[in-house]
């Protein structure tokens, strides 16, 4: 990841990561031989299993020491009005809200993202476990972050209460507030709070690449809408199946993954040749900024 530093430095409108999660275990992956068919059409060939990544570590400071160096390296690629987001499970959010503190500066905390999914239940003593946490991190507090506000539907209550155009609070003189009155001008909805509730992938899912960690494109097309424009450069330290890239792709927006694992770079590539993107075997040297990285 250094190496982007001469050509990426003070570029990078979003860096999204989505670490392993200290399990200290492997993942298998079993992903498709050839490119799905859009219509679906055809048999589907599977390769064998192979490892995806290796989330084995000595200990937490061995783990949070490896992410750390990689969240001082982004913090030299971002641009002034960047973000960082780092998603991560409860059990680990907490240290990585105290790393990216130490880096970023307290300032620049911006928010906690609640990502809350649906799941198969389990029998277990506990309270089952429906979220993950994603940290936003700004590069410069002092900078007018790059933010389009999201906007939830209202709810059937406020509609039939108040329709679907803006209000107007009315103070007359003396300071008083009367019933709001209704403008002509439709509203776009409730600005969008922080927990969001987006399904995970279905193991039937059209999107199903077979990479054990793979996010719901619906996730990642709320947060690059939400903190980048179009033209904007879009960074994955930890690609994974291309989940980001593909969503970036889509919306017209640079972007760069990376991953030490060959099985991401190959389920990658042939994920970003579904949106018409392909890439050739040619030296680092060569490549664009809209690129695939094989390894930090």
């Given at each position: 990841m250094r190496s982007l530093l001469p050509e990426l430095a003070g570029k990078v409108t979003l860096a999204y990561l989505d670490p392993p999660f200290l399990t200290n275990?492997?993942?298998?992956?079993?992903?498709?031989?050839?490119?799905?068919?859009?219509?679906?059409s055809g048999p589907l060939k599977a390769r064998p299993r192979k490892v995806a990544f290796d989330d084995r570590w000595?200990?937490?400071?061995e783990y949070l020491e490896a992410l750390g160096q990689r969240l001082v390296l982004i913090r030299e690629l971002l641009a002034p009005n960047g973000s960082v987001v780092v998603h991560i499970d409860p059990k680990t959010s907490h240290y990585v809200k105290v790393l990216g503190d130490e880096?970023?500066?307290?300032?620049?905390?911006?928010s906690e993202i609640i990502w809350r999914y649906r799941r198969w239940p389990s029998k277990t003593p506990n309270f089952q476990r429906v979220h993950d946490v994603l940290l936003r991190f700004r590069k410069d507090p002092k900078e007018k972050p790059r933010f389009n506000t999201p906007y939830e539907?209202?709810?059937?209550?406020t509609v039939a209460t108040w329709g679907t155009n803006k209000q107007r609070?009315?103070?007359?003189?003396?300071?008083k507030r009367k019933r709001s009155e209704t403008t002509s001008e439709p509203t776009k909805g409730v600005p969008m709070g922080d927990v969001w509730e987006i399904g995970v992938l279905a193991p039937i899912s059209r999107e199903r690449t077979g990479y054990p960690s793979?996010?719901?494109?619906?996730?990642?097309?709320?947060?690059?809408?939400?903190?980048?424009?179009?033209?904007?450069v879009v960074l994955d330290p930890y690609m994974g199946s291309g989940t980001t890239l593909a969503v970036a792709a889509k919306r017209d927006r640079?972007?760069?993954?990376?991953?030490?694992?060959?099985?991401?770079?190959?389920?990658?590539?042939q994920r970003l040749a579904q949106v018409g993107i392909r890439f050739g075997n040619e030296p680092a040297s060569a490549r664009t900024t809209r690129q695939v990285a094989r390894s930090a």
């Open positions: 275990r492997t993942f298998d992956a079993i992903v498709p031989s050839e490119v799905r068919p859009a219509d679906r000595s200990g937490r400071a880096i970023f500066g307290d300032d620049s905390f911006a539907p209202l709810a059937p209550s609070a009315v103070v007359l003189a003396d300071g793979q996010k719901p494109e619906a996730l990642l097309e709320r947060l690059v809408d939400a903190l980048t424009d179009p033209g904007d640079v972007f760069v993954g990376i991953d030490e694992s060959d099985v991401a770079f190959d389920v990658t590539s």
